[in-house]
């Protein structure tokens, strides 16, 4: 069974890190892609970084250029999601998701996880 599945989430105070972390099963995530993407209540769905199959390209939002950091680990087939910084408009569930070409859109992207929240309090 192809699986994503985020973990790290949780509640921070405003300035504070959390590292989300997304392992793939059923598939091998080296090959894909990854982008994660958070959707805040009443808001759609944005991109908030990405990374080549390799890591060695990535995109991030304008949002959180200098505090959120993509990186992978293929040997390990996890790709993580360093937030520092973090301020309360970061508040939303994060996803992460696999695809073939690294990409800011969701559309391009084939498999999801089923997110994990993170709350930032002012």
């Known amino acids: 069974q192809v699986q994503l599945v985020e973990s790290g989430g949780g509640s921070v105070q405003a300035g504070g890190s959390l590292r989300l972390s997304c392992a793939a099963s059923g598939f091998i995530l080296d090959s894909y892609a990854v982008g994660w993407f958070r959707q805040a209540p009443g808001k759609e769905r944005e991109g908030v970084t990405c990374?080549?199959?390799?890591?060695?390209?990535?995109i991030y939002a304008d949002s959180v250029k200098g505090r959120f950091t993509i990186s992978r680990d293929n040997a390990k087939s996890i790709v993580y999601l360093q937030m520092n910084s973090l301020k309360p408009e970061d508040t939303a569930v994060y996803y992460c998701?696999?695809?073939?070409?690294?990409?800011?859109?969701?559309?391009?992207?084939?498999?999801w996880g089923q997110g994990t929240q993170v709350t930032v309090s002012s």
């Open positions: 990374i080549s199959s390799s890591g060695g390209r990535t």
């Open positions: 998701a696999a695809g073939r070409y690294v990409s800011p859109r969701s559309p391009e992207y084939d498999y």
